[in-house]
């Protein structure tokens, strides 16, 4: 999220629900996990107790991958390679190596300083096999290769074959999260950098940003009242990929809102299932699920927001004021829409891992009635006052400590003189929220979502009228 996803309306006049899900996790996937969630609230799909840290999520595949194969086995690190600073590295290398024989079981055992593989060959003892384990960080990623060798244990079995070939090999990766960040050099916060990308579609009510289809990279999905579109920013223009007119998803709200409420979500199911992405529009009569080239595979029962492990829909009886929850389709996981509180035309929940590996939920939810940001985590509360229609949750910086990406409660053009902007927030361990940066954004902001970070600070992505702007 694992990339990020929106809901969102027009400021005052086009008020809107844009909920967003980075799983740091991984690739912005949800994921089955005993880590520890605390007192948080529970995530709008009932997912907070089933997240997991990347560095667990990846162990135990590159195990999963291993575990019928070398049984009981002595399990060695490499030193780890990386493409940014990483001063605690030989930590994280051995941190991932206890992990791995951890999901292997209790006969396996970890060694913890970073060998060469024939070092480690000619060190194991007893064990009839060994595995050993490279991690490197990449564009964002932190990924193991874990590979299985019979174990040699005479100077005579080394010397016949001196570079055995291994039996099983395993590979996994995930996003860099709070707790591999701990091992690496910060990020500062800063925007130091905005690209704007021009934009055909000027009426765009939501955006979502992640790796979507197979071809890696950061894909943006945007929906306007006339078409969903997937691309990239390239030479100063979105390129799409794919575009899907909604006339052709589905027929006319019989009662659509004066104005309407989108939202795009972007789901990667646990496991190794595809992507697909939610859409929805009040203008339509229902929402549609897509697959990854924008083929329609299904109906969504109102507008989609992210969750930490999946989506939820929204429907509206003749206004924000009056929405109600639901899972998206019958097959999707039960939902516990008990947590968010109404009315709300706007807000965001997200997934993130603390330096220690356990797994936080956060919630934000805008009332229309006073424009109060509402933000909940870790069992605190804050407010935020005069919070605009457009807001996302993702920890930008990866250090455990989530930002409130939010807009002002002003129009375009207000005669007051104020412009709409960017504000950029980070929840504080006491449940305070500390402002980082603010980015004045004069033709006001349509919709805002976070990418997963793809090395370094992950970037905000805004629409505004004909404009993408890519925050980094």
């Known amino acids: 999220m694992r990339g990020a996803r929106s809901v969102s309306q027009k400021k005052r006049a086009n008020p809107s629900i844009a909920f967003l899900a980075l799983v740091l996790l991984a690739s912005a996937v949800a994921q089955p996990s005993g880590a520890d969630p605390g007192p948080a609230p529970r995530a709008p799909a009932n997912a907070a107790a089933a997240l997991r840290s990347t560095m667990t999520l990846i162990a135990g595949r590159v195990a999963a991958d291993l575990g019928s194969t070398a049984k009981d086995p002595a399990v060695f690190v490499a030193q780890l390679r990386s493409d940014e600073p990483a001063p605690r590295g030989a930590e994280l290398a051995s941190k991932l190596g206890a992990l791995v024989a951890g999901a292997l079981g209790t006969g396996a055992s970890a060694r913890p ?14 064990a009839k096999w060994l595995v050993y384990v490279q991690a490197e960080v ?12 019979r174990a040699t244990h005479s100077v005579w079995e080394r010397a016949r074959q001196p570079t055995p070939a291994p039996v099983a090999h395993g590979f996994a990766s995930g996003r860099i999260d709070g707790e591999v960040r701990a091992y690496l050099g910060p990020v500062p916060l800063v925007a130091n950098r905005v690209d704007r990308i021009g934009l055909d579609e000027r009426d765009v009510v939501a955006i979502a940003c992640g790796d979507v289809g197979d071809g890696g990279g950061l ?12 691309g990239r920013a390239r ?29 795009v979500a972007i789901v990667t199911p646990p496991g ?8 929805g529009i009040t203008d339509r009569a229902r929402g549609s699920r897509l697959d990854v080239d924008l083929h329609p595979v299904g109906s969504v029962a109102g507008v989609p927001f992210a969750t930490p ?22 097959a999707d996981p039960p939902l516990d829409p008990s947590d968010i509180d109404t009315p709300l035309d706007t807000g965001a929940a997200a997934s993130y891992v603390t330096a220690d590996g356990a797994v936080r ?43 409130v990406i939010s807009t002002l409660d002003v129009l375009p053009q207000s005669p007051s003189g104020q412009s709409d902007a960017l504000v950029i927030s980070t929840w504080q361990p006491d449940g305070s929220l500390r402002e980082r940066t603010r980015m004045p954004v004069p033709s006001g902001i349509r919709a805002v979502a976070a990418c997963p970070p793809e090395g370094g600070q992950a970037a905000v992505v805004l629409a505004t009228q004909g404009e993408l702007w890519i925050v980094r």
């Open 113 to 126: 300083e970073p060998v060469a593989l024939a070092t480690a060959q000619a060190m194991t003892r007893g």
């Open 138 to 149: 990449a564009r964002g990623q932190l990924q193991i290769n874990a590979d299985a060798y």
């Open 235 to 263: 030479g100063g223009r979105f390129v799409p990929r794919e575009s899907a007119a909604l006339r052709e998803l589905s027929g006319i709200a019989p009662a659509p809102l004066r104005e309407p409420v989108g939202g």
């Open 309 to 330: 492990n999946g989506d939820a829909c929204t429907t509206f009886q003749g206004s924000t004021l009056d929405a109600g929850v639901t899972k998206c389709a019958d």
């Open 219 to 230: 894909e943006v999905v945007t929906l306007s009242r006339r078409r969903v579109t997937i």
């Open 361 to 403: 939920t956060i919630l934000a939810t805008r009332d229309p009635r006073t424009a109060e940001l509402k933000v909940r985590a870790d069992g605190k509360t804050a407010s935020l006052p005069g919070a605009g229609a457009q807001v996302a949750v993702a920890d930008l910086d990866q250090d455990g400590a989530p930002e």
């Open 272 to 279: 190794r299932r595809a992507a697909y992405i939610d859409v």
